[in-house]
């Protein structure tokens, strides 16, 4: 890749991956804005300090294919393509909200483009992934299936009853364990009997593989072979990807649990963003000139997105009655 | 023009599962120990055959393959997942109640949830606690779900398939007792039965009786045999646990001044609860005496044969209602 | 001699777990994030510190974790498990449904399942349909099981003792709502409340008003407000949704003739109707106008503050209830 | 191990292995001919051909340790010691049945010998085997718990959320798959992506093996290691016990799905009991003059529980109203 078209490639995908990144900071920084005004209704869970996991993925991802989440899942659905003033007004409870205001935080969905939901139980996103594959794989397309999921969630023993299906069945599902070190305020130390997580998935033959998923470009090249052998008809595969959370659990944890320090530290050594910025220009591929306006762009989209969706009509109470059912069919009935 | 035929409650589960599958190449079918032999209770025969991979046998994993059943459902287009025995959704209640009923409503209308988690219930000879239960009061105090419990070959042909051209979660239970039962049934593939539409088994003047699953037929027995006593019951079988046919119970009550609900499900927070209440709500003036309910008592069911008897209602507990009320 | 003091509902369930677990070395407790804080509702604080190794925190493996709650309850002495939320439950529901509240009776008597998975429910703030469902009536349906939802600080602390010096598996839900509400509990340690017993919160004349967890406050407060009216209502907190205390409501029933029953949990197949349905059944008599339900709606709870109001009965709805059943 | 005293306790412990073989084996033909005289009700799950699983086991536990079954629990049951003339009563649903004919084969259970019952549920004893484990540390006992399984049951997430609490918290529970190839007339290869099912517990770093569960001696010595390890402290392990079904599922299972050639095939070259018989006789440690009178003793003591069992006692329909919650205690109540 030491061609003109190469480097343009190169830059082309640098940018792209500090862009989500950027912007999954600037949505949930936005967001964290307006929640501490109290525009934000019910708890917020920011995935800040994680955002190189869902940004690697972005690039390769197109709008057929699938994507589940979790509790913490703004970055997933930013990455997946979701418009951030709907998901700003669904925080805010407006009727414009995404899921017409129904769903909060932890329930952001946009099925236009395969964003299949953030989740409140952990550990139930496996197997609607797994399920969005077998459907792909019964229609011949050649799409992927993603599901997030924290480092707390690989407890619970749907990953391992999806798991042996989707490899039994070869199905086009990739497992991203979002491994923070912390579920809630329990360290993983108590929560899992080994940090080595990928051995786990190693006794059902699906490949596995640890990442650092503060680094956007190995999440990037890690996720890519995996897709690209699963669109040529491959199984399963499972990325352990290693990331900090720099915030609370939510935005009601006040982390006794951490010093301040521990996470000033974090967020000095493990910033993905800055870690990203630092790499890129060392390697020359991009300079702080290329990034800093993306950075303001980021900026302004979100504010822009808050200060619109703050605009936003509230859904009237007999709204509650809609989207319980399916609207009725006609149908002879006997 | 449509033919009645007689055909078992099986085949009727069997004919609505093929004709749906010719009609809609989505969908699936996932279950286990349903191949080859078409599954414990024998409904899928022979759509292996004529729908060569769409039957899908899986492991004992039911939170994974309904939650795989949620996804391939909101993915697009039908899917039934059978649960061998209805006591086993205990494993995969999340996958029911906190996926499938609410993804349509959290996510403010975006997602379809076609999915039909099928599954024999109630009493069997024999199996004890873990193989027994009824289990639609859980499910009915669930809101967006719906839930059938045919009483007849018609009402499971006809809401199976209403299920399957429908875009909501369905959880569907048969009465392990009813399989081998014969009924009429049209072989007109356009009709449906609707969900919420109970239907009047047996009309009568004196007494409404509503008869669920296998309390249906102890109850069309009671009616055929009180009538030789000149009591005249009119028999309703309400098909769903949810929606209820609260219309055609509360008219039937009008005109007959008596109910008694019959279920074999176990009485507390039942849907013969959720009726009789109902009635005592809605239909108070109308009633001219106590409502009554018959449901299995508050116990496990046991194993002997000796002891199951006592752990289920029997015709004469339902006489002895239908004589109460009429006191 | 015993005195009483105004604690918190919070404060109670934690007197109970600290009485109790002073009294009797063999209780555990099992739950997420219960350490260090004492978890995310903060019942267990300051247990960790005077019953170190007592306290275990679980991965989220609810199915897991409760599973051996029912081991460790089979293998001798009481243990409680915490599930963080309610809604949770369904993810151990078999563990729960076919194993602890199955366990004795299956095995003719051997087994003693003194397990206790307590649980907040009910309505919470901006948390969705996934955080705020109420599932007593679900329990309630299963024999083997009892079900504890107490109303005030007393009853929590007096059921929650005495579900740890039985022998029973015990559903203990408290509604999130009323943790931060003070009420009198006395400090007598070996005082128990007795389950199946519902207490009479307000006597009155002219209504009896059966109203349990977060309803039990609106309901008093309704009763208060219409005094000023003249109506004289009687308020009953049920305490247990298994067993349920029918022979109070029964009698209450015969002296106001009328019914109220209001419950947070959604309407079909709720104890709101199990108990309507039995006065309509064993009270009928007394009653001079229809039953009245006041509950959630059939619907998942929604997100927005607009909408989380139409999904949850209000004091007004009970007010329109008593107006109707008076008119 | 070639003193005298050593080859006295290699030939007793041979007679106890093989006594407790015959003894499971007459105990299940006996139900089984009992069951097409129709004294039996409901389905009968034999486990012959899986004898050497729970032979090999029996002579390492006390009363004090536990088991946890399965729907295929005789064996095991037998195995801790439960009486068979109860359990025989139990099949019949007699009110002297080891259940007092409430539970029947699929939940016979004696918890005076520290058998915690036979499920109905697969998957369902990890958890109870793991909490009794839980109560034997917390009394800091040095016994241990063991829970039987099918292949099959390994496709359930329980067993990991169970095996990952295990090994975190060194619970001594000795994980016990009965790998008979098949789950009901599914074969294991459909129901498990791998046949190496130990190695799905490797990634827990819980120690596992493979053995021939046909072969009691090499049960008993690989559970002899485990169990020592667990009673001097040690967490949880793993093993994969290969052995074959003769029977069909059930008692209703007409085995349409293998051919009769197959199952004489396994009944003529992998029978626990023949196998066991040469073996013995080849290494000089019995003779078939030391099994044969075990044989006729497991027959005769099995034929009488059946008799017995079939003149015991009707219970009275009254009995279905004991035992659905404990007798009421007196209690202060406010
Ligand atoms: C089944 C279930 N159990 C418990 C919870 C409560 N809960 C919500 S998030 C969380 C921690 C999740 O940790 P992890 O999976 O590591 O994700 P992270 O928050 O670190 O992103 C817990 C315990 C839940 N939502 N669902
Ligand atoms: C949760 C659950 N799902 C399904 C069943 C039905 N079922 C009973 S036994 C069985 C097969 C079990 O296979 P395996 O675990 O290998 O044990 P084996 O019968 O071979 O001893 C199945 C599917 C059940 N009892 N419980
Ligand atoms: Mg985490
Ligand atoms: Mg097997």
Same mark, same amino acid.
């Given at each position: 890749?030491?061609?003109?078209?190469?480097?343009?490639?190169?830059?082309?995908?640098?940018?792209?991956?500090?862009?989500?990144?950027?912007?999954?900071?600037?949505?949930?920084?936005?967001?964290?804005?307006?929640?501490?005004?109290?525009?934000?209704?019910?708890?917020?869970?920011?995935?800040?300090?994680?955002?190189?996991?869902?940004?690697?993925?972005?690039?390769?991802?197109?709008? /057929?294919?699938? +994507?589940?989440? /979790?509790?913490?899942?703004?970055?997933?659905?930013?990455?997946?393509?979701?418009?951030?003033?709907?998901?700003?007004?669904?925080?805010? @409870?407006?009727?414009?909200?995404?899921?017409?205001?129904?769903?909060?935080?932890?329930?952001?969905?946009?099925?236009? +483009?395969?964003?299949?939901?953030?989740?409140?139980?952990? @550990?139930?996103?496996?197997g609607i992934a797994a399920g969005a594959a077998l459907?792909?794989?019964?229609?011949?397309?050649?799409?992927?299936?993603?599901?997030?999921?924290?480092?707390?969630?690989? =407890?619970?023993?749907?990953?391992?009853? +999806?798991?042996?299906?989707?490899?039994?069945?070869?199905?086009?599902?990739?497992? +991203?364990?979002?491994?923070?070190?912390?579920?809630?305020?329990?360290?993983?130390?108590?929560?899992?009997?080994?940090?080595?997580?990928?051995?786990?998935?190693?006794?059902?033959?699906?490949?596995?593989?640890?990442?650092?998923? /503060?680094? =956007?470009?190995?999440?990037?090249?890690?996720?890519?072979?995996?897709?690209?052998?699963?669109?040529?008809? @491959?199984?399963?595969?499972?990325?352990?990807?290693?990331?900090?959370?720099?915030?609370?659990?939510n935005s009601m944890d006040a982390q006794a649990y951490?010093?301040?320090?521990?996470?000033?530290?974090?967020?000095?050594?493990?910033?993905?963003?800055?870690?990203?910025?630092? =790499?890129?220009?060392?390697?020359?591929?991009?300079?702080?000139?290329?990034?800093?306006?993306?950075?303001?762009?980021?900026?302004?989209?979100?504010?822009? =997105?808050?200060?619109?969706?703050?605009?936003?009509?509230?859904?009237?109470?007999?709204?509650?009655?809609?989207?319980?059912?399916?609207?009725?069919?006609?149908?002879?009935?006997? | 023009?449509?033919?009645?035929?007689?055909?078992?409650?099986?085949?009727?589960?069997?004919?609505?599962?093929?004709?749906?599958?010719?009609?809609?190449?989505?969908?699936?079918?996932?279950?286990?120990?349903i191949l080859p032999g078409g599954g414990v209770f024998?409904? #899928?025969?022979?759509?292996?055959?004529?729908?060569?991979?769409?039957?899908?046998?899986?492991?004992?994993?039911?939170?994974?393959?309904?939650?795989?059943?949620?996804?391939?459902?909101?993915?697009?287009?039908?899917?039934?997942?059978?649960?061998?025995?209805?006591?086993?959704?205990?494993?995969?209640?999340?996958?029911?109640?906190?996926?499938?009923?609410?993804?349509?409503?959290?996510?403010?209308?975006?997602?379809?949830?076609?999915?039909?988690?099928?599954?024999?219930?109630?009493?069997?000879?024999?199996?004890? $606690?873990? #193989?027994?239960?009824?289990?639609?009061?859980?499910?009915? #105090?669930?809101?967006?779900?719906?839930?059938?419990?045919?009483?007849?070959? $018609?009402?499971?042909?006809?809401?199976?398939?209403?299920?399957?051209?429908?875009?909501?979660?369905?959880?569907?239970?048969?009465?392990?007792?009813?399989?081998?039962?014969?009924?009429?049934?049209?072989?007109?593939?356009?009709?449906?039965?609707?969900?919420?539409?109970?239907?009047?088994?047996?009309?009568?003047?004196?007494?409404?009786?509503?008869?669920?699953?296998?309390?249906? #037929?102890?109850?069309?027995?009671?009616?055929?045999?009180?009538?030789?006593?000149?009591?005249?019951?009119?028999?309703?079988?309400?098909?769903? $646990?949810?929606?209820?046919?609260?219309?055609?119970?509360?008219?039937?009550?009008?005109?007959?001044?008596?109910?008694?609900?019959?279920?074999?499900?176990?009485?507390?927070?039942?849907?013969?609860?959720?009726?009789?209440?109902?009635?005592?709500?809605?239909?108070?003036?109308?009633?001219?005496?106590?409502?009554?309910?018959?449901?299995?008592?508050?116990?496990?069911?046991?194993?002997?044969?000796?002891?199951?008897?006592?752990?289920?209602?029997?015709? $004469?507990?339902?006489?002895?209602?239908?004589?109460?009320?009429?006191?």
């Amino acid at each position: 890749m030491t061609t003109a078209s190469g480097d343009n490639a190169a830059r082309a995908l640098h940018l792209d991956l500090y862009r989500m990144m950027t912007r999954i900071r600037a949505f949930e920084e936005a967001a964290l804005y307006e929640s501490g005004r109290g525009n934000v209704y019910g708890p917020l869970h920011a995935c800040i300090g994680q955002e190189a996991i869902p940004a690697g993925l972005a690039p390769l991802l197109r709008p /057929t294919d699938y +994507v589940t989440s /979790t509790h913490r899942g703004h970055g997933h659905a930013l990455a997946k393509g979701a418009d951030p003033q709907g998901m700003m007004a669904e925080l805010f @409870g407006r009727a414009d909200g995404i899921c017409r205001g129904k769903g909060g935080s932890q329930h952001i969905a946009d099925f236009s +483009v395969g964003m299949l939901g953030a989740n409140g139980i952990v @550990g139930a996103g496996y197997g609607i992934a797994a399920g969005a594959a077998l459907r792909i794989r019964q229609a011949g397309r050649d799409d992927v299936s993603v599901v997030f999921f924290g480092d707390g969630a690989m =407890a619970r023993g749907t990953l391992h009853e +999806v798991a042996n299906i989707c490899v039994l069945w070869k199905l086009p599902v990739l497992f +991203v364990c979002e491994h923070n070190g912390f579920a809630q305020w329990v360290p993983s130390s108590e929560n899992l009997c080994t940090d080595a997580v990928a051995g786990l998935m190693a006794g059902y033959g699906m490949p596995s593989r640890q990442v650092d998923g /503060t680094d =956007a470009l190995a999440m990037h090249g890690c996720a890519a072979g995996f897709i690209a052998d699963m669109r040529a008809g @491959g199984g399963p595969a499972f990325i352990d990807a290693r990331a900090n959370r720099f915030h609370g659990h939510n935005s009601m944890d006040a982390q006794a649990y951490r010093s301040r320090d521990d996470v000033s530290r974090l967020r000095a050594e493990a910033d993905p963003l800055a870690l990203f910025r630092a =790499a890129t220009a060392a390697a020359g591929v991009l300079a702080a000139a290329d990034m800093d306006p993306l950075d303001a762009a980021a900026e302004a989209e979100m504010r822009a =997105a808050a200060e619109a969706a703050l605009a936003g009509p509230w859904p009237d109470p007999a709204d509650a009655w809609e989207d319980i059912l399916a609207p009725r069919k006609a149908h002879a009935h006997g | 023009m449509a033919e009645m035929r007689e055909i078992t409650f099986r085949e009727a589960v069997n004919e609505a599962l093929r004709e749906e599958m010719r009609r809609d190449p989505r969908i699936l079918i996932l279950g286990e120990d349903i191949l080859p032999g078409g599954g414990v209770f024998g409904v #899928h025969g022979g759509l292996d055959e004529e729908f060569p991979g769409r039957l899908l046998q899986t492991p004992i994993a039911e939170a994974g393959f309904v939650g795989m059943g949620v996804g391939a459902a909101l993915a697009g287009g039908p899917v039934i997942c059978e649960v061998m025995f209805a006591d086993f959704m205990t494993v995969c209640m999340d996958e029911i109640i906190n996926q499938a009923a609410k993804f349509r409503y959290m996510s403010g209308g975006q997602a379809s949830v076609p999915l039909i988690v099928r599954a024999p219930c109630g009493m069997g000879r024999g199996v004890g $606690a873990q #193989h027994t239960q009824s289990f639609e009061a859980l499910f009915a #105090h669930i809101p967006g779900l719906k839930v059938a419990i045919p009483g007849t070959p $018609a009402a499971a042909k006809g809401l199976l398939k209403s299920a399957l051209r429908g875009d909501d979660p369905v959880v569907f239970l048969e009465y392990k007792g009813l399989y081998a039962m014969r009924g009429p049934v049209s072989d007109d593939p356009e009709l449906l039965a609707e969900f919420g539409r109970g239907s009047v088994e047996r009309p009568g003047r004196d007494v409404t009786l509503v008869a669920s699953g296998t309390m249906l #037929h102890k109850g069309l027995e009671v009616a055929a045999e009180l009538a030789a006593d000149g009591v005249d019951i009119e028999v309703i079988d309400p098909r769903c $646990a949810a929606p209820i046919d609260h219309e055609l119970i509360l008219a039937s009550v009008e005109r007959t001044t008596r109910l008694v609900v019959a279920d074999e499900s176990v009485l507390e927070c039942s849907l013969a609860s959720e009726i009789a209440a109902t009635v005592a709500e809605r239909g108070f003036y109308s009633l001219d005496a106590p409502v009554r309910r018959v449901a299995s008592p508050r116990m496990p069911k046991p194993f002997s044969p000796k002891l199951e008897p006592a752990s289920l209602p029997q015709k $004469a507990d339902i006489a002895a209602a239908i004589r109460e009320v009429l006191a």
